[in-house]
C-alpha cells in the first residue's frame, strides 16, 4: 500500500498554533515595555529642549540689550487639547515647531494657564501626569519628585536625569 501524504494532520496545525500563541505572547508583552521606554526617552528630550530654548531667550534677551529677563510666556495656549505650546509669543520665538497639546499618552498640555510668576505644564505617562512648573522669576521648568503620587515622582526623576 503506498500513502501519499498531501497535507497536515490536526495535531500538527494545533502544535503550529500553540507555538505561534507562545511567540505572540512574548513579542506584545516586549513592545509594550518598550512604547513606555520611548515615550519617556521622548519626554526626556523635550524637557531639554524647553529648558535649553529659555535659556537661549534669556541670552537673546542680553545679547540684545533687552535685559536679563527670562521668558515671561512660553506661549499663548490655553489649557485646551490641540494647542501650540512652548512656542513663545508675538514677541519671541520658543520653539519653530511647537508641540500640540493632547492629553494622551507622551504629550504634553497646559495645566495652569499663564499668570505672572509662569504656568504649569503635564506630560502624560503611563497614564501618569508629570506636572513641570515653569518659573518667570528664575526661569526654572521643573517637576517636583516629593509632591505627586510614588509613580508620578519616579516618572519625574526619570524625565529630568
Known amino acids: 500500500m503506498n500513502h501519499q501524504r498531501k497535507a497536515f494532520t ?14 505572540s505572547s512574548v513579542a506584545i508583552s516586549k513592545m509594550a515595555v518598550t512604547r513606555d521606554d520611548a515615550q519617556i526617552v521622548k519626554g526626556k528630550a523635550n524637557v531639554v529642549a524647553i529648558r535649553n530654548a529659555i535659556m537661549l531667550t ?3 534677551n542680553m545679547l540684545q540689550a533687552r535685559g536679563a529677563a527670562w521668558p ?17 509669543n508675538a514677541t519671541m520665538t520658543l520653539f ?7 492629553n494622551q499618552n507622551g504629550h504634553w498640555r497646559k495645566v495652569v494657564a499663564n499668570s505672572g510668576v509662569g ?5 502624560k505617562i503611563m497614564n501618569t501626569d508629570v506636572n513641570f512648573t515653569y518659573t518667570v522669576n ?5 517637576c517636583s519628585t516629593t509632591t505627586g503620587s510614588a509613580t508620578a515622582n519616579e516618572l519625574c526623576r526619570n524625565l529630568t536625569q
Open 138 to 142: 528664575n526661569g526654572l521648568f521643573n
Open 10 to 23: 490536526m495535531i500538527e496545525i494545533i502544535f503550529v498554533i500553540v507555538i505561534l500563541g507562545i511567540l
Open 96 to 102: 519653530d515647531y511647537p508641540l500640540i497639546s493632547k
Open 119 to 123: 504656568a504649569t505644564y503635564s506630560y
Open 58 to 60: 534669556r541670552s537673546t
Open 72 to 88: 515671561a510666556l512660553l506661549d499663548d495656549a490655553t489649557t485646551a487639547d490641540n494647542q501650540e505650546l512652548f512656542d513663545g
